[in-house]
């Protein structure tokens, strides 16, 4: 399995990105996908989750109203709208793949394929 992260690069406060996730080697309809982030000297934290079976969606606090995570199965890829962006949302941005939903979807070590980061950075 192999996943390809793309779209990340500097924006303004106020302004958006979309971030694209491309997965090989696995049926993506079948597989729930989320997106992380990791900030210099913090944790990788949970950003947004979408469910294989219905498409259900979850989102940290921090991202709730302002990004949305949407996915393109006949694509194989995930995406991640990122607007009203503001320069805490700076960070490198992974996508994650797995075949199963779990109530731990928050939970980066639940996640069984990881993509390489893409950087959002946002200026004030």
């Known amino acids: 399995v192999q996943l390809q992260a793309s779209g990340g690069g500097w924006v303004q406060a106020g302004g958006s990105l979309r971030l694209s996730c491309s997965a090989s080697?696995?049926?993506?309809?079948?597989?729930?996908q989320a997106w992380f982030r990791q900030s210099p000297g913090k944790e990788r934290e949970f950003v947004a989750a979408?469910?294989?079976?219905?498409?259900?969606?979850r989102y940290s606090d921090s991202v709730k109203g302002r990004f949305t995570i949407s996915r393109d199965n006949a694509k194989n890829t995930a995406y991640l709208q990122m607007n009203s962006l503001k320069p805490e949302d700076t960070a490198v941005y992974y996508c994650?793949?797995?075949?199963?939903?779990?109530?731990?979807?928050?939970?980066?070590?639940?996640?069984?394929?990881w993509g390489k980061g893409t950087l959002v950075t946002v200026s004030s």
């Open positions: 979408i469910r294989e079976s219905n498409g259900a969606t």
């Open positions: 994650a793949v797995r075949n199963y939903w779990s109530v731990q979807y928050y939970n980066s070590e639940t996640w069984t394929y």
């Open positions: 080697g696995l049926t993506f309809s079948r597989s729930s």
